[in-house]
């Protein structure tokens, strides 16, 4: 059965700040991993699709890497703002197993910036 | 990118009444969307599958006859939580793919629902 832990749980940084943001997942059948954003009381914002093929994933300030290998992805966030404060999930997206075709969600990191 | 729009935001119903929780894909085609649920401070869990023209498929430990989805069209999803008990009280979500599975996923905006 698929596990996606997420490290750390919680994280609290000054603006400015460069951060990485921690996912690993324990069975290597995947079709992607996908990063999300969510704030209190909101659905998810996607931010970031990386293929099981492919390295890493930029937009903006975001960047996400894979190593599919080792089951492990980060999500770095550079110049922290306080706008960029909510919970970060990382999510799989099964190809074998009984999760076939279905995603798994990490717990979420709390990010908190101060100004 | 792609909108998915869920509605409403927040419900609050009494215990035994039931509750319609509507999801559309806005500006595509969705034959299959997923409904999940989520509990304070946890993270998502698949409740079920829902299949555009056929039955939905659920995950293990949740009931289908509490949990009704009907996926009568290729932009529509409802789930129906039937009888509604205090801990039936939590955070839903959907989603869709635009495309075929191996696509970025796209939520809506979740509803908030509270049974008293």
């Known amino acids: 059965k698929q596990e996606v832990t997420q490290i750390p749980a919680a994280l609290s940084v000054p603006e400015g700040e460069n951060l990485v943001l921690n996912c690993s997942f324990t069975?290597?059948?995947?079709?992607?991993l996908q990063w999300f954003r969510q704030d209190p009381g909101k659905g998810l914002t996607s931010l970031l699709l990386?293929?099981?093929?492919?390295r890493e994933q930029t937009s903006g300030r975001l960047n996400a890497s894979l190593d599919k290998s080792s089951g492990r992805s980060t999500l770095y966030i550079a110049a922290s703002q306080p706008g960029d404060s909510a919970t970060y999930l990382c999510a799989v997206l099964n190809a074998g197993g009984t999760s076939y075709g279905k995603l798994t969600f990490g717990q979420g990191t709390i990010l908190t910036v101060h100004p | 990118g792609a909108v998915v729009s869920q509605h409403p935001s927040r419900v609050i119903c009494k215990s035994g009444t039931s509750v319609k929780i509507e999801c559309r894909s806005l500006d595509f085609q969705a034959t299959t969307m997923f409904w999940y649920r989520q509990f304070p401070k946890q993270s998502l869990m698949l409740m079920a599958t829902s299949n555009e023209g056929s039955k939905a498929t659920y995950e293990q430990g949740v009931e289908k006859d509490k949990f009704l989805i009907n996926h009568a069209s290729l932009t529509l999803s409802t789930l129906t939580v039937t009888s509604a008990h205090p801990e039936d009280s939590s955070f839903y979500i959907c989603s869709a793919n635009q495309g075929n599975m191996n696509t970025e996923a796209f939520f809506g905006q979740g509803t908030r629902l509270t049974v008293v």
């Open positions: 069975d290597s059948a995947i079709y992607n």
């Open positions: 990386i293929q099981s093929s492919q």
